[in-house]
């Protein structure tokens, strides 16, 4: 079944960062810099909320770029930690950060992010088994399917939410995480532009992942489709459009290997 991307609008994550004490903005940790929200940072400065870096997925990168992309948002001012939500990793040393960024007990904790890059898992690393749903979120008529108070321990809570926020980026991150490979009516350009943002940092990213030495796109997408048995019916060509759709499924899930340096 497709994944369905529910983009929560930005009055409803305006709502969500009123009500909490500490934002915790989810970054794919390959590219932090391209699922970074300056307006999210500006909403929660606006409202006065301490804002957490979180840097998910760290465990597709080396741990030395991962501390190197944490010292570089350190540098800049930002409270930052990096885990990996899916297995486990790094997620005592979030509750850490968290509580010591709290000014006060309990903490209510808010999480946001773009499409695909873990926000789900965090919240369920966070709530784990022993979390407790409480009623909505005080205060929120209206939005009882919409916002969810759990408590993770008796010194934090956590408001979930169903949303994830419209991607800012550039125009590949916006196709790329704006809409699930399936729904994408023409797959084959988004994935010859990430073939070949992939293969400016790693030349042997297909290779390693697929066994395809070809440095072309569209050779790439030729390649996996025969590789796969993808045959367009009628002209028994390769079935480049299937192709396209797993390589950006295989990139969000991290079986190709790839990840940006800070500049």
């Known amino acids: 079944m497709a994944t369905v991307f529910k983009l929560a609008s930005w009055s409803e994550l305006e709502r969500m960062v009123s009500k909490a004490d500490i934002v915790l903005m989810v970054l794919d940790a390959r590219t932090p810099l391209e699922t970074f929200s300056r307006r999210l940072e500006a909403m929660t400065a606006r409202h006065g909320k301490q804002l957490l870096l979180v840097l998910n997925k760290s465990d597709l990168i080396p741990r030395d770029v991962a501390d190197e992309w944490k010292e570089f948002f350190k540098a800049k001012g930002y409270h930052v930690v990096y885990i990996a939500a899916a297995r486990h990793m790094g997620t005592l040393r979030l509750r850490r950060t968290i509580k010591h960024l709290a000014r006060e007990f309990p903490v209510t ?155």
């Open 109 to 263: 904790v808010a999480v946001a992010g773009y499409p695909k890059v873990g926000k789900s898992s965090i919240i369920n690393a966070l709530k784990g088994r022993h979390s407790a749903p409480t009623s909505p979120y005080p205060g929120s008529p209206g939005y009882t399917r919409s916002f969810q108070l759990y408590r993770i321990d008796e010194d934090i809570y956590m408001i979930d939410t169903p949303g994830v926020i419209t991607v800012e980026g550039g125009e590949l991150e916006r196709v790329l995480r704006g809409y699930p490979p399936e729904k994408l009516e023409d797959p084959v350009n988004p994935a010859i532009e990430l073939i070949k943002k992939i293969l400016s940092y790693n030349k042997e990213a297909f290779a390693k992942a697929y066994g395809i030495e070809a440095q072309d796109p569209l050779s790439i997408l030729e390649q996996y489709a025969v590789k796969r048995g993808w045959f367009y019916k009628t002209t028994k060509e390769p079935l480049i459009e299937e192709a396209a759709r797993a390589i950006i499924r295989d990139y969000h899930d991290g079986r190709i290997p790839f990840y940006e340096r800070p500049r």
